[in-house]
T-cell receptor
């Protein structure tokens, strides 16, 4: 299994809603990531988990809350988002270490109304 | 200064052309370099890693110049299906963190 699976593929939520994005990989990768990508821009790093522990938080607002229940799963909990948070949210995983690239999931396209 | 810089393009080339993209990086301690391809409304996909000695995969050749701190991607005999945005990716001091260039858009025309 060489895939990173993200659900849902599309999500529309109101500014008062609470929702969660889910990401799963079974490649034995110990580093997992959340990225945010706006149209015509490169992905922007949000969070990095290494061995199930949060290792990098790129000063992301607290309305985004990551969670890593186990080595295969990564969640992103969303609460009180703003319309400008609408974007493609990408999960990625990689083997630990500098020499390995990411494998990305297909993303969740989020629209906040 | 940005960590990774790319010419955004677009590069408009005819089928069969050879096209090259460059990407410069600011951190001389960077160790890992990659080229990703992203199609419209899709996720980035790893195209190839870039090794110090340069490496080739079919029509694609990647080069690294540490002295000048740039990486390049050469595409020979361009196909219509090569039309995409090409992102260069460089690791940061923290090896679990990578910086993306802004991407170079390639349009291959018939």
């Amino acid at each position: 299994d060489t895939e990173v699976t993200q659900t849902p593929k599309h999500l529309v939520m109101g500014m008062t809603n609470k929702k969660s994005l889910k990401c799963e990989q079974h490649m034995g990768h110990r580093a997992m990531y959340w990225y945010k990508q706006k149209a015509k821009k490169p992905p922007e790093l949000m969070f990095v988990y290494s061995y199930e522990k949060l290792s990098i938080n790129e000063s992301v607002p607290s309305r985004f809350s990551p969670e890593c229940p186990n080595s295969s799963l990564l969640n992103l909990h969303l609460h009180a988002l703003q319309p400008e948070d609408s974007a493609l949210y990408l999960c990625a995983s990689s083997q630990e270490g500098a020499n390995y690239g990411y494998t990305f999931g297909s993303g969740t396209r989020l629209t906040v109304v | 200064r940005k960590e990774v810089e790319q010419d955004p393009g677009p590069f408009n080339v005819p089928e069969g052309a050879t096209v090259a993209f460059n990407c410069t990086y600011s951190n001389s301690a960077s160790q890992s370099f990659f080229w990703y391809r992203q199609d419209c409304r899709k996720e980035p996909k790893l195209l190839m890693s870039v090794y110090s000695s340069g490496n080739e995969d079919g029509r694609f050749t990647a080069q690294l110049n540490r002295a000048s701190q740039y990486i390049s991607l050469l595409i020979r005999d361009s196909k219509l299906s090569d039309s995409a945005t090409y992102l260069c990716v460089v690791n940061a001091k923290d090896f679990n963190k990578f910086y993306f260039g802004s991407g170079t858009k390639l349009n291959v025309k018939p």
